[in-house]
């Protein structure tokens, strides 16, 4: 039985936003780690690693967004690039040193060697192999020892250092822990570049060599990646390392089954957080994409879905978005979020609404009395509009028709002489009470009409929280203030 501790990471490549399909794997790995921990499997690690080994296309400010998105779906990593560890650097850019000494490694026991191919003469090779409609497959050749001279005294060609793909490999076999063996021809591999001519490693190259020097025991990564497992597997073959477990977890598909793109909205982890999720909720709705709980749990913390989580329970088929899903899943979530957390999410979508006048508990109250129905924290804004300082809004067409009925003004009229002087503020209740009683005393008028009156007076709609909470959240000034006008 293998007893190494479990050493899992997330290697995401700082060319874009944190996307769903790298947080949804970050998230398996995280929860895979936690499970370890919890079942007393010892240590168990989760590395960030940032593979930016394409410097034109990685930029600093994904590295930023890559922290902030995982941070805030509580996905704390024990080593990466800020932290540190025992197996610094985490950032493929700093770790050249390392490349280099295994490919040289590879290159003296004659498991590589230098290319000296240009670009124009590797693009006619495969415009040959498509001319004559074969698959395109590197075409080895040996260099005599003055044809190697004369290279290496040429400025066009810079060598790359290809790896030397063995002869009658056969069947490289992957025993994948999500997809069971898949079986890959070698003789279908051609050999393939380890390091560029500029010096960078090639992703196989760099990837293989950091699993092995961070001691990683399983990777867990999307299916788009299995197509290069066979290579890697040769690598670490050539390495005499020992393999990682692999697990290739499906994609995330939209709706229509095609790739999720930015054709059907968000696919950054911070624009679902700016639309107003939830990133606990959010992180709940990722776990269940691809992965289900053995006890059909839909609605629970990260601890408690880590554990649950073994990876033969990561779905074979692809996993598709479900946005409603995702709505009430974010509905659920802020209705039975405790207030003070729920404020603190709620802050960033309240700016444009000057609750000023109130104080947190009172906010705190406000959020509760709106947040049934919501499914999103961007609906906040509308749903508290009327609490806030800025002139009541009457325009809403359910205002003006509730305003163009005859009953209204004399119902308001009744309701500002007679029980607004009586009125109990002391609490939602008493107010309750009050309100009730006034409307029962106009009968044969109905209770409704009596009720959106005086709502559309104070919040300028007929729908929204509980009407006596409106009043005692609103208080007996601005209550006064919107009866009269
Ligand atoms: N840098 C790769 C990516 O962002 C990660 C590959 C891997 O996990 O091995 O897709």
Redesign the pocket.
Known sequence: MDVSPVRV?????P?GNLHV??AR?ALFNYLFAQHAKHTGHGEATFIL?I?DTDLDRSEAQYVDDIYEGLRLLGLQWDEGPDIGGPYAPYVQSERGEFYQRYAERLLEKGLAYYCYKTQAELDAEKERAVAEKRPYLYERVQWTAAELDAFKLDPNRKPSIRFRVPENRGSILLDDLVRGEVPFDASLIGDFVLMKSNGTPA?NFA?VVD?ITMVISH????E??IS?TPK?ILIYEALAAKLPAFAHVSMILAPDRSKLSKRYGATAVAEFIRQGYLPEAFANFMTLLGWSSPEGTEIASLETFARQFTLDRIAHSPAVFDQEKLNWLNGMYIRQMPLAELRAHAERYLRSVDLSRYDIPMVEFILDSVREPLTTLSQLPEAVSYFGSAPLDRSHPDCVAVFAETETASILKAFEETVFPTLNWESPETLGLAIKAFANSLKPLKMKTVMWAIRAAVSGRVHGADLSRILFILGPELVKERLLG
């Open positions: 990471r997330i290697a995401p490549s060319t399909g790298t794997t690693r593979e992703y990837c699993d990777v867990i990564r999307g788009d990646h290069n890697q």
